[in-house]
Each structure stands twice: as structure tokens, then as C-alpha cells.
């Protein structure tokens, strides 16, 4: 599985921007689809995870986003995006998708993980 993250940029404080990540993969559907951040000199912290739960998807979100991010899939473009609104200077950081290709309750911890993509940098200016 390859993942190609883009959409990163420079935006101002209170700036909407939306993240894709695109996969490769036949059966991306099945796939625990994640996004998670790093910023310099920190650890990587899980944003924003949708993985399949019976004939749906159930959506999870850190605490420090909820409300104001929003994941979601197109699996005809075998593509998840996160639409990020009202970006704070401390969202800064490189945000890399990732994906999971077995079946785990788990959806926060990067080594449950097993694709990643290489990252796109988001910076908020205040």
C-alpha cells in the first residue's frame, strides 16, 4: 500500500484547508484510515482516525480537534481527506496519513499502523 499525502500549505489563523491522501490498494475500503501530526520536537499525536465498523464507518477524533476537523473517504477514489476549519498557530506541524490493512479496535496508536505516507506541512501564522 502506498499512501501519497498533499494539500499542506501556509494559511492564517481561522483558515479553512483540507488534507487528501491518496492510496493505493483493492481493497481500500477495508482499510482503518488515519491522520496523525507532528510538530518540531514532539511526538507524533493521532488527529483523526475512520476505520470500518460493520457496513459503516465510525469517525475518531483527539480531543484537541474535535469540532473542528472532519475526516472522511471516497473509496471510489480509494482517497481520505481532512477538512481542517478555524486552524490555530498550534495545529502547525507536518500531518501524515496512515493506514491500516487488519482488523484492530485500536485507531489511536501509531504502531497499529502499518502504511504512511510522507507528510505535508501545515502552518498556521497568528
Known amino acids: 500500500v502506498q499512501l501519497q499525502a498533499s494539500g499542506g500549505g501556509l494559511v492564517q489563523a481561522g483558515d479553512p484547508l483540507t488534507l487528501s491522501c491518496a492510496a493505493s490498494?483493492?481493497?481500500?475500503?477495508?482499510?482503518?484510515m488515519a491522520w496523525f501530526r507532528q510538530a518540531p520536537g514532539k511526538e507524533r499525536d493521532f488527529v483523526a482516525a475512520i476505520r470500518p465498523v460493520g457496513a459503516t464507518y465510525s469517525t475518531y477524533y483527539a480531543d484537541s480537534v474535535k469540532g473542528r476537523f472532519t475526516v472522511s473517504r471516497d473509496n471510489a477514489k480509494t482517497t481520505v481527506y481532512l477538512q481542517m476549519n478555524s486552524l490555530k498557530a498550534e495545529d502547525t506541524a507536518v500531518y501524515y496519513c496512515?493506514?491500516?490493512?487488519?482488523?484492530?479496535?485500536?485507531?489511536?496508536?501509531?504502531?497499529?499502523?502499518?502504511?504512511w505516507g510522507q507528510g505535508t506541512q501545515v502552518t498556521v501564522s497568528s
Open positions: 490498494g483493492r481493497t481500500f475500503s477495508s482499510y482503518a
Open positions: 496512515a493506514a491500516r490493512t487488519y482488523w484492530s479496535v485500536a485507531y489511536s496508536d501509531t504502531s497499529t499502523y502499518n502504511y
